[in-house]
């Protein structure tokens, strides 16, 4: 008590208890190293999070769209099998190549951010877009599908959606691109591994399966006008 009494007015007692004990300084600077280490895992983790949920929303765009261009395909070919019977093949395939695609799709809701289903579903959605063209193509053959108002309206929307499948997958892949960079680059990666962030997949079709038929036309169905 005499000691404390005696202190020199203005001075603090912290700091002379401080001074007399380094353990005490090493566990403030501990402490606070901790915290700004729990502060940047915090923001990366909440980076992440960030960017995996514009994947997702991302995604969700494009399930739209395939969802729409799966219901416009039998409209459209109960609409022009009639006066495409010489088409039968043609047709055949494009309702096999919408049965894989709605198949995989039910696969990947079973699955949601699965990479290899992903994958499978954007291969099948480019067999399916590859049959459509080649439908689309041969409609042209057909003088009567030209002047069929509902043919005309359904190919208008096919058209329509495959632009809009086209801004929401050129979008989704931009998302996986920015989050797949930053899972991969360092620091960031090491927070991700501790929370078991996995990379995306991208929403890309292989050139084979995208790729139209060519059709020979002297071949293939009536002669227009005929």
Known sequence: MLELASMEPGTTLAP????ASPVAIAVVVVVTMLGLVAIWVAAVYNGLVSRRMRVQNGFAQIDVQLRRRHDLVPNLVAT???????????LERVVQARAA?????????????DAAATTALAGAEGVLQSALGRLV??????????????????????VSTENRIAFARQAY?????????RLS?????????MFSFRPAALFEADEASRAVP???????????GA
């Open 80 to 90: 022009v099998k009639g006066s495409m019977a010489h088409e039968r093949e043609t």
């Open 101 to 113: 695609a709605v198949s995989a799709q039910a696969r990947l809701q079973a699955s949601p951010g």
């Open 214 to 224: 060519a059709v020979d036309f002297a071949r293939s169905g009536p002669q227009a």
């Open 137 to 158: 193509i041969l409609m042209e053959r057909y003088p009567d599908l030209k002047a069929n108002t509902s043919a005309l309206q359904l190919q208008e929307e096919l």
């Open 173 to 181: 892949n931009d998302a996986v691109m920015n989050l797949n960079t």
């Open 185 to 193: 680059v360092f620091p960031d990666l090491i927070v991700a591994q």
């Open 16 to 19: 002379t208890l401080l001074a």
